[in-house]
T-cell receptor, first 110, second 113 residues
């Protein structure tokens, strides 16, 4: 079993719709969590950190469920520019090892 | 805005040749990572440095790959000899602390022919 698992998608989303997807992690000692966005053939860039209480940044909402060991990302009012691969990232130990999922592809269509 | 610098951006090499990549992290970032990303997959950690020390190289194919960060600043990743399966994007990232954002360079796209 992979340490960080994501549904690869693609999630085909009409413009203006809401899309949500999860990421599960296997190491219960994981300490911090992030969502990164990666455009085709570009480097990953931080979308948002994920806090225990859940957090929101504009149209993006992230949740953490430690009991079930998953994090989620919800995108409201999807824009064409939201089309990308969303990478789940888990800080799995005290040394700061960052473990990436394989990514979830989102395609927003007009 | 400070950024992670990587060079070269693109590299084409023949199999069995040696190849090297360079990374200059954001100033003050003690933690430096090298990742390999194959198209359609997530980045895979190759090596992690804390200052000049290696803290994780468990996934580094040590028979052909080496990495160093001699003065705790910039870093070099080397492959010798290169194999066809090494074709991938090599990403360098840095961060200040464990719960902070990791910043990525633009990567080096390696093609082994």
């Amino acid at each position: 079993r992979k340490e960080v698992e994501q549904d690869p998608g693609p999630f085909n989303v009409p413009e203006g719709a809401t899309v949500a997807f999860n990421c599960t992690y296997s190491n219960s000692a994981s300490q911090s969590f992030f969502w990164y966005r990666q455009d085709c053939r570009k480097e990953p860039k931080l979308l948002m950190s994920v806090y225990s209480s859940g957090n929101e940044d504009g149209r993006f909402t992230a949740q953490l469920n430690r009991a079930s060991q998953y994090i989620s990302l919800l995108i409201r009012d999807s824009k064409l520019s939201d089309s990308a691969t969303y990478l789940c990232v888990v800080n799995r130990d005290s040394w700061g090892k960052l473990q990436f999922g394989a990514g979830t592809q989102v395609v927003v269509t007009p | 805005e400070a950024e992670v610098a990587q060079s070269p951006r693109y590299k084409i090499t023949e199999k069995s040749q040696a190849v090297a990549f360079w990374c200059d992290p954001i100033s003050g970032h003690a933690t430096l990572y090298w990742y390999r990303q194959i198209l359609g997959q997530g980045p895979e950690l190759l090596v992690q440095f804390q200052d000049e020390s290696v803290v994780d190289d468990s996934q580094l194919p040590k028979d052909r790959f080496s990495a160093e960060r001699l003065k705790g600043v910039d870093s070099t990743l080397k492959i010798q000899p290169a194999e066809l399966g090494d074709s991938a994007m090599y990403l360098c990232a840095s961060r200040t602390g464990m719960n902070t954002e990791a910043f990525f360079g633009q990567g080096t796209r390696l093609t082994v022919v």
